[in-house]
């Protein structure tokens, strides 16, 4: 986690360095690389760091903080943009992962200590396409032992690309189809953040009273009304609500899902399976991106953003089915945990 955040910042700091967009775009691609391996890290090293009883809370003010980043974020680059230059803003990125890298060398270390002899003197693994076959093969063993724990994973994950795909032809159907301005659209991405901030607090305050499975089914179901809400719409206001609803109500099921998998993968083995799982998860996202794009211009834009929409409250209503089920209570509760593993 040290070593990739002071490489991203190294690699940030370069950008004002370049001035052709073919190694713009390269770099960008590099530091994208890294900041992807370090969430399956970071995920697995929060796993061993925080308690079982208290990893929900801890999603929760995770979310509250992400949120809190997303409406502050670009306002305070702004003020960069404004007060210095773009340079200035992509500089103090840089020292923010640096910075993010000293605390980090200050938090406890949750490895094992290796004390056996023989364990010192094993030469370290080498990446190699056996050690890839081998971490494909522990994956796919998993998913077939524990299917349950996989379909509400790629049940939430199919959520996450569809979400994304109609969130590319987000600034087309507010701009061409409800023919609102740039500023009226403005407005509308601040009103999504100001539901992300509203849902993240609400869910740090009773995140404790309401299952996990709820948390996930719900939360999803309603973000899937929002985009349902959104694509139906034919005003401003009605936009505007789609737009509360749907960032509302991810901060719900985003917690309930990270609590979920938590604490139902294996620690060791939640690197390789969040790795490989993500790597499938943004390979549809590229598809869907496209076959979305290429539709909505074939066909139309309105339709496409509604199939969309549909098509995610039909896997939420699936994933909130596969969520409440009696039986499989013991994967949204504590102390039945290890005995589910």
Request: include cysteine.
């Amino acid at each position: 986690m040290i070593t990739l955040d002071i490489i991203q910042g190294i690699f940030i700091v370069s950008l004002p360095f370049f001035t052709s967009l073919g190694w713009i775009y390269g770099i960008v691609f590099i530091i994208t690389i890294g900041s992807s391996m370090y969430h399956s890290t970071s995920i697995t090293y929060i796993t061993k760091l925080i308690p079982i009883r208290q990893r929900k809370r801890f999603n929760s003010l995770r979310s509250l903080l992400d949120s809190g980043a997303f409406l502050t974020g670009p306002a305070i680059a702004g003020v960069m943009f404004t007060l210095g230059s773009p340079n200035m803003a992509i500089y103090i990125n840089a020292g923010a992962l640096l910075l993010s890298a000293l605390i980090t060398m200050g938090m406890p270390n949750v490895e094992p200590n290796v004390k056996l002899e023989k364990e010192i003197e094993k030469e370290p693994t080498k990446i190699s396409f056996e050690v890839l076959k081998e971490d494909w093969k522990l994956v796919i063993r998993f998913s077939r032992q524990y299917v349950y724990i996989m379909v509400v994973y790629l049940l939430f994950s199919m959520m996450i690309v569809l979400m994304t795909a109609t969130d590319s032809l987000e600034a087309a159907f507010a701009t061409k189809v409800l023919s609102l301005t740039e500023g009226e659209y403005g407005v509308l991405v601040s009103i999504a953040g100001a539901g992300v901030l509203v849902g993240s607090l609400l869910n740090t305050i009773i995140v404790e009273k309401i299952p996990t499975s709820w948390l996930i089914g719900l939360g999803s179901i309603i973000t899937a009304g929002g985009y349902v809400l959104l694509s139906t719409s034919y005003t401003f206001f009605i936009a505007a609500v789609g737009f509360f609803v749907l960032s509302f109500a991810t901060a719900f099921a985003n917690t309930g899902f990270y609590t979920f998998y938590q604490n139902n993968i294996p620690v060791d083995e939640m690197g390789r399976i969040v790795s490989l799982y993500g790597f499938i998860e943004a390979f549809l996202i590229i598809v869907f991106t496209v076959i979305f794009g290429i539709s909505a211009e074939l066909i139309s834009i309105r339709f496409i953003v509604a199939l969309g929409a549909f098509m995610m409250l039909i896997v939420s209503i699936a994933l909130l089915i596969c969520n409440v089920q009696p039986s499989k209570s013991k994967h949204y509760t504590h102390s039945e945990l290890k005995d589910s593993l």
